[in-house]
């Protein structure tokens, strides 16, 4: 009998272990890194309690040692589309009805898990599969996803207390139903985080999912599915699943019971994807939830009153940690003429040290870009940047993928504001820097934000204050996530929901209630003690 209001353990956030030489964590992930490079696993995909196995494979590959094999996937057809789909529909029956409290302990326990006996695993797999040098990885595989899945709970039970008021006579209540049908979890592959948390914060809330993880992540992926099972998710609520996209898009968005998609990758992909929604609406039973974050050419504009040593680390670790494949990452800058040749002067100085190379040497702050796809686009980029009078390389400007995809973090300096590489988003690692007139900050603001039609992160750097909030007013629409005196990257959940507009999805900020709340349909339940008995009103006489 469930006869007692519970209070969830109240969440921290997983501390950031420091992978110092010699450290405990040290020693840990490099021999999962050994064990794992050691054999070659079969993948399978996840359709309600079976594991399924198909004769075509997507090799697995660590994208700065594209010759190794670490396993293979077996990739589905539509067939498998709708098995998951039939499956994820077959355990919404049980999993819907279950009390909250035992959904919740599913994922606080796949966090403990994570937290502990899994951690080096997670973050091996990850470093393996998507070339996170052991920092990186730790931030999103550990940590990152360990956060989402505690405090989606605690987010969760807020949400449940939020109750209306009820007048002399009558009691209100809000019930938080899961959504009429299953969810859709499209995910990157640059945040194993990401990739866990769009699947299982909609299953918390009572849905069931259909998840198809970005190829170049199934690795982790694996090791995802691995813990949530191990965490007693029953069979059938995530089903994971390698499918082409349009076949499975063709499956998915035709289906009566599609009832959200949970996304994060591609503006253009999301843009289609709304649309073909928007094409079929008179098939759904219910309006679906559009839940997507996207790209993004993410800004730092630095005041003259800026510190040119903190505007210069900014920079490198916001452009060019992973490798610049995050959303967030620093992709366009703008520079005061005065303090420009030091911040200038210090960037170089920190590129000249940085090493690039295989994530399991543990000194290397650059690692491979994540596919062949991404390098060409990357690498051309960068080539024509070579041929372009108008710019010029001040630093990097190397790659070579006879290894693994490697590019080295590469700075254009242009003057031409509207540069495309100014304008584009690249995804890797390439900045640009436009130096500005130092008296020029009103319009070099209104240049920020009019220049891209992304709006996910952004830093200011000023000492000023009243440039400061100028800032903070002038860019209140380019950007979702909006740093003073920091990088655009690494938002901590519970601390900065991330999430952006315009073109960068709708900004429903993962890591917080106002995402959960979208994986969920109120419904408003009114009971009145003493029923009237007769119809007439006072004003009747």
């Not at 702050?365 to 041929?387: L, T």
């Amino acid at each position: 009998m469930h006869n007692a209001i519970y209070q969830v353990p109240l969440p921290q956030n997983e501390p950031v272990l420091n992978y110092a030489p010699g450290s405990n964590e040290t020693i840990n992930v490099k021999k999962a890194i050994e064990e794992l490079r050691s054999r070659t696993v079969e993948v399978p995909m996840y359709i309600g309690n079976d594991e399924v196995f198909t004769n075509k494979k997507i090799k697995l590959s660590p994208p700065h040692d594209h010759q190794h094999v670490l396993g293979y996937a077996s990739e589905g057809d539509a067939s498998h589309v709708s098995a998951a789909i039939d499956a994820a529909l077959e355990a919404r029956k049980n999993w819907a009805n279950l009390p909250w409290n035992e959904r919740a302990a599913v994922f606080l326990k796949a966090a403990d898990l994570l937290a502990g006996p899994y951690r080096a695993k997670i973050n091996a797999a990850t470093m393996l599969g998507q070339s996170k040098n052991a920092f990186q990885a730790e931030i999103d595989a550990a940590c990152e996803l360990i956060d989402f899945l505690r405090f989606n709970v605690a987010f969760y039970q807020e949400i449940m207390a939020e109750q209306p008021l009820s007048s002399k006579g009558v009691w209100n209540k809000l019930e938080y139903r899961p959504l009429e049908g299953f969810v859709f979890a499209l995910t990157p592959f640059n945040f194993t985080a990401i990739a866990g948390n769009l699947p299982a914060s909609a299953a918390l809330m009572g849905n069931v999912c259909v998840w198809k993880p970005a190829y170049t992540q199934i690795y982790s992926a694996n090791v995802i599915m691995e813990v949530f099972k191990l965490a007693g998710l029953p069979d059938g609520v995530i089903n994971m699943i390698y499918v082409d996209g349009p076949v499975t898009g063709e499956v998915v968005f035709n289906h009566a019971d599609f009832a959200g998609i949970h996304f994060t990758g591609s503006t253009g992909v999301f843009q289609n994807i709304w649309k073909t929604i928007g094409g079929n609406i008179h098939k759904y039973k219910s309006y679906p939830r559009i839940v997507g974050e996207t790209g993004g050419k993410d800004f730092v504009i630095a005041h003259k009153s800026a510190d040119a040593k903190a505007v210069a680390v900014g920079l490198v670790r916001g452009a060019f940690e992973y490798q610049g494949q995050k959303c967030s990452a620093a992709s366009r800058a703008y520079i005061p003429s005065n303090i420009w040749e030091d911040v200038k002067k210090y960037m170089l100085a920190d590129l000249r040290e940085i090493k690039m190379g295989p994530t399991e040497d543990f000194s290397n702050f650059i690692n491979a870009v994540i596919d062949e796809k991404a390098f060409d686009k990357i690498s051309g980029y960068i080539s024509a940047a070579k041929n372009d009078p108008n710019v010029e390389i001040i630093a990097g400007g190397g790659f070579d993928k006879s290894v693994g995809y490697f590019i080295e973090p590469t700075v254009i300096l242009t003057r031409d504001p509207k540069y495309k590489t100014m304008c584009e988003e690249i995804f890797g690692p390439v900045l640009s820097i436009y130096v500005y007139d130092e008296n020029a900050w009103v319009e070099t603001l209104e240049l920020v934000n009019t220049t891209s039609p992304y709006a996910l992160t952004g830093a200011v750097f000023s000492q000023d204050r009243y440039a400061i909030d100028q800032a903070t007013k002038a860019l209140e629409n380019a950007a979702g996530n909006f740093y003073i005196n920091d990088k655009p990257t690494g938002a901590v959940v519970g601390q900065q929901p991330f999430g952006g507009a315009r073109a960068s999805g709708t900004n429903d900020k993962a890591g917080s209630k106002l995402n959960l709340l979208r994986w969920v349909n109120a419904r408003t339940i009114k009971e009145t003690f003493v029923s009237p008995t007769d119809y007439k009103y006072p004003f009747l006489g």
